[in-house]
């Protein structure tokens, strides 16, 4: 009851603030806000969610984080060492397979609702917990793998592997907000989330 009051942004878009250059990231998002719309899911209703947009000044931004990776259907996760150092990144990321979590135990089922995509080449081996989370998948290119969506959008904006990129993950977020509706978490305050990341923490 009351559903249409609480915003659910269609998906959150997680990603370090310092070391991941804002203009490839807000390409990123509009480009799969649009791809979205183009096949079909409207997230007009519920918008998505990237911080820099949403936060108001003087905003708590803390509890204004929490209540929308809290609430959001979808979590796309931007993975590059600049991520992995990020407190913040470490806590947004926890406390939304917090929720898939719950829902694996109420329901045995394992909602594929957290989308990382490799944004700048990793270094070393991925952490436990996070790794199993696939970042690649078949027809992605090998440009991908080794450099990162924000090399392909630097070099190729308008090419072929960018926009089957954007694609496959507008599918699967599509896929993820659509047909599953994951447990809420109101009130989520992300400064008392304790983050599986990193190992030296550095606030974004």
Request: overall charge neutral; some cysteine.
């Amino acid at each position: 009851a009351g559903g249409a009051l609480v915003q659910e942004p269609y998906f959150f878009l997680s990603y370090a603030r310092k070391g991941d250059r804002d203009e490839f990231v807000k390409r990123f998002y509009d480009d799969l806000t649009l791809e979205l719309r183009r096949i079909g899911a409207d997230p007009a209703a519920q918008p998505p969610f990237r911080d820099i947009e949403r936060l108001g000044l003087g905003a708590d931004w803390a509890r204004v984080l929490g209540g929308a990776v809290g609430h959001c259907r979808a979590f796309v996760a931007l993975y590059s060492p600049s991520y992995l150092s990020s407190e913040y990144c470490g806590k947004e990321w926890t406390a939304f397979r917090e929720r898939l979590d719950k829902y694996r135990q109420e329901t045995e089922i394992d909602v594929p609702a957290l989308v990382p995509v490799l944004w700048a080449p990793m270094e070393g081996e991925l952490p436990d917990g996070i790794a199993r989370y696939q970042y690649n998948e078949s027809g992605m290119g090998e440009e991908y793998a080794a450099h990162g969506l924000m090399h392909i959008l630097r070099t190729g904006p308008t090419g072929p592997t960018y926009r089957t990129i954007v694609g496959k993950v507008a599918a699967r977020v599509r896929m993820a907000a659509a047909r599953f509706r994951l447990p809420l978490t109101p009130g989520l305050d992300l400064s008392e989330v304790r983050g599986l990341f990193p190992a030296v923490g550095q606030q974004r």
